[in-house]
């Protein structure tokens, strides 16, 4: 599996001449989802939900597909009926080849004054977890975890307990779309060996652009 990162929280995943799409928000590339054969979204914040990219998406190849939750799929299944799949935690299903499941339900807390939303993460292959915003433990094993670096629902102590947690071979930055390289370079240095311990797990950035083969 062939793992490019567009940008914060999206990432593009080929494997076998099929395309998978993961989170095409605004702050990810104008063009990310486009030529997918398929695409997920964990929920509905525009750092992750992009109509405009979706329909981009959906109009460039007339087969493709998305799976999301309810609250993403009611925008969109006006416009493509028949191709936009709800789905939540515990649902299993095919898209473009590969495998998924759903874990999780809920958002992660940004502030007790803001309502929780829905929120879904995909494990791809039985091996790649993409949690979208919250910090969702699978009940299996994570062999790759796209890690949420930055945001204003976390903080750094609860970025090493997840780690700790879920224990992946490996983990990718994600959701970092908001930090300068001075952010990037002091959180890759505390995930480090000089930080408080993260077990055997490898870390490292990703740069929108770089792509990664997966085992």
Known sequence: MKL?????????LEKAGRTL????????EEDAAVGANAVLVTHEHLDHFDEGRLRAALDANPAAEIWT???VADQLTAAFPGRVHTVGHGDTFGAAGFDIEVHGELHAV???DIPRITNVGFLVDGSLFHPGDALTVPDKEVRTLLLPMHAPWNKFSEIVDYLREVEPRQAYSIHDGLLNDTGHGLYNRILGPAGPGIGAV???RIVP???VELA
């Open 202 to 204: 490898e870390h490292r």
């Open 209 to 211: 652009g770089e792509s």
């Open 69 to 71: 939750l309810r609250s």
């Open 110 to 112: 940004i502030h007790p």
């Open 21 to 28: 799409v993961i989170d095409p928000g605004t702050f990810s």
């Open 4 to 12: 490019t990162k567009k940008g914060h929280a999206c990432v593009r």
